[in-house]
C-alpha cells in the first residue's frame, strides 16, 4: 500500500510537470502568436520574414509534436529528480552553498556551453545519415510559427533537453538557476521561430550585438536548411563559415522595409 501512495506521488509529479512545460510553452507561444499572427498582424507585416503565413494543419503539427516534447522532457526531470536523490547530481537548493557571483556565473556559463553543445548536435542531426530520424519533424516547418519553438521528433527532444544531466554533473547548478535557463531557452526559442523579425535596423552590423542571433537567422535555417545552425550567439557559425551568404542583406531587407511588403525577401 505504502509503496503503491508512493508510485502515486510520483506519477502525479510527472503529470504535473508535463503539464507545466506545456502550458508554459503554450502562454509564451500563444502570446507571440495572438499578437503577431492575430491582433497586430496588419502593423508587423512589414517585419514579417517569408510572406506568406502558415497553413492551420501546420499549426496543429508544431502543437502536437511539442506536447510530445514537453512529456520527453518531463521524463528527463524524473530522472535527474532521481538522481539527485542518490546523491548523483550537484543540483543546490540552499542559495549560500555559493555565492551570489556564482549563481551568475554559472546561469552564464550554462548558455554558452548550451550555445556550443547546440551548435555541434544541431549539425549531427544535418547529417544525411541521422536528418530523416532525428530532424526532420522539425524542419516540416519551412516557415515556422512560435508553436514550432518544441516542435521536435522524440528523439531529437532527448537530444535537445540531454544538456541539463551533462551539465549538472559537470558543476554545481542552484534550482533556480535550471529554472530560469529553462524559461530563456524557451523564449529564445519561440523569438527563433516567431516569422518577424524583433531586432533593430542595423544589429547584425553592431560589433557587439551582431554576435547574436536573430529570428531571420534562424528562419534562414527553416527556409534553406544548410546554414545558421547556431542558437542564442553567432560564434559558431561565423568560425565555421555557417552563416547564409545573404544573412545580413537579408536581415537589412526585412528591418528596412517600408509599411509594405512587395518582394521576396530570400534572394
Ligand atoms: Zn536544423
Ligand atoms: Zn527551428
Redesign the pocket.
Known sequence: MHILIEYFGLFSGYLLTALTIFFRYAFFAGIAFSIFYVWRRKHYLRLKIQERFPKYQQIWREIIHSAYTAFIFATMGLGIYFLRQHGYTRIYTDIHDYSWGYLVFSFLFLVVLHDTYFYWM?RL??HPRLFRLL?KV??QSSNPTPWAALSFHPLEAILEIAIIPIAVFILPFHALVLLLFATWSLLWNIIGHLGFELFPKGFVHHPVFRWFNTSTHHNM?HHQVKCNYGLYFNFWDSWMNTNHHAYKETFDQITQKEKHVSKPVFP
Open positions: 544541431h542531426m544535418h530532424h522539425h524542419h535555417h
